[in-house]
């Protein structure tokens, strides 16, 4: 959509997981993005108020995915139970990249509540500049609240919760 133009700034705090990013950006004919071993919980200056479009694509339990990764369900509770903090940090931080009128989106590869509607719920008490905002899902429709769970038996997809969130203009 970007025409290869601009730039795409793309992090994971796994320095393992770059090379992936830089592959699928190469296959995908994409020049324009840099990666980085960063910590999206750590804020970072140099993109403070600057970014059109933020992603955060944060670390969740995995049980959309399990019919591919079976091993998820042997989990244990105590980390699961301590995922929803680490992804509000994240999303409350990267939050601050994104510019006046840019666009927010929150994903996850798990279908539970407390990783992605009650997530974006306690973010948005908390960050009245943003709200929910309507989006057309190729292969399933408009999503008119600006998050959508997706199921396996309704979507014929893997288990992802998808929300959009715009920043209010000043």
């Known amino acids: 959509m970007m025409k290869n133009t601009g730039r795409i700034a793309a992090f994971d705090i796994a320095a393992a997981k770059l090379s992936q990013i830089r592959d699928g950006a190469a296959r995908l004919g994409i020049s324009i993005a840099d990666t980085a071993e960063k910590d999206a919980a750590r804020h970072d200056n140099e993109f403070a108020g600057k970014a059109d479009i933020v992603l955060a694509d944060v670390p969740c339990s995995g049980f959309g995915v399990i019919r591919n990764k079976p091993d998820v369900r042997y989990k244990s509770q105590s980390d699961i139970a301590g995922l929803p903090d680490i992804q509000k940090a994240i999303l409350t931080n990267i939050s601050s990249y994104v ?43 408009q999503v008119p609240d600006g998050m959508i769970t997706l199921w396996p038996h309704i979507h014929g997809t893997d288990g992802f919760f998808i929300c959009k969130l715009k920043k209010r203009r000043l």
């Open 99 to 141: 510019k006046p009128g840019g666009t927010l989106l929150y994903s996850t590869c798990t279908v539970l509540k407390q990783e992605n509607e009650y997530v974006v719920e306690e973010f948005l008490s908390m960050n009245p500049e943003f709200s929910p905002s309507g989006f057309n899902l190729p292969g399933i429709g």
